[in-house]
């Protein structure tokens, strides 16, 4: 069995860059660093979000990626030696996939105590940052690979190296994988979405979004009777 590991520590400070004619201010390329990293509620030392509406915040403090989808994107792109930190995850994970991760689980990494929130939804950025293409953020996402997002319950530092101590989770909660699965493919399904609902500490704007959606599938079920 493969331990849970924190390979590697990944920021970048939001800076201008030329997008298809102008310019656009993003975090996405981060850089690995060594050394402890010093990790608040809203982000990591020397880490930053540009656009504070979609990314950031204490439900989406930190996010993570699994080392695991590295060959398979690889593969994809036929190309190789992608470094730590090419999706902009802050932190590539080894161990931990979207299939084995429930919302609200808790993990110990280092001093810090964090919080699995929900997966991540790609904007054009990640097409910026991977140079594959205006379609690689809807190909990203009918992957089901899209990591996960995490709340910081207890700051502290963390480092490249460091294990990943599973402390708490709850079998009422949906995986990662399973919430990428009823987002995708089963939004018109109200019993999915109760399920999803269910989860412990789902993040705020989530709950928000899909209390809407199950509003609509129960009313286009009801038309249907």
């Known amino acids: 069995m493969t ?11 939001p800076q201008p860059v030329r997008y298809k004619g ?21 982000n990591l030392a ?31 792109l036929n190309r190789s030696g992608f470094p730590y930190g090419q999706f902009g995850e802050n932190l590539t994970l080894q ?19 964090l919080q699995v929130t929900q997966p991540r939804v790609p904007c054009y950025k990640l097409a910026l940052r991977m140079g594959a293409g205006d379609d690689f953020p809807r190909h990203f996402l009918r992957s089901g690979r899209l990591g996960f997002y995490l709340r910081v ?19 009422r909660s949906v995986t990662i994988a399973e919430f990428i699965d009823i987002y995708l493919h089963k939004s018109h399904e109200p019993d999915s979405i109760r399920r999803l609902l ?26 249907e009777r």
Not at 3 to 13: G, Q, R
């Open 3 to 13: 331990s849970m590991k924190l390979l590697s520590v990944n920021v970048s400070l």
């Open 22 to 42: 102008r310019v656009i201010t993003t975090g996405i390329f981060k850089q690995p660093v060594t050394g402890r990293v010093a990790l608040s509620t809203l």
């Open 46 to 76: 020397g880490d930053g979000q540009a656009d504070r509406r979609v990314h950031g915040g204490r439900d989406m403090a930190v996010y993570a990626y699994p080392f695991e989808h590295y060959e398979f994107w690889q593969q994809e």
């Open 95 to 113: 161990g931990l996939t979207e299939a084995s991760t429930r919302v609200g689980d808790l993990l110990r990494v280092g001093s810090a105590l």
């Open 153 to 171: 319950l207890e700051p502290g530092e963390v480092g490249g190296g460091d294990s990943i101590e599973p402390t708490q989770s709850d079998a």
């Open 198 to 223: 269910a989860s412990r500490d789902l993040g705020t704007a989530w709950r928000g979004q899909l209390e809407r959606m199950l509003q609509r599938a129960e009313a286009t079920s009801e038309r």
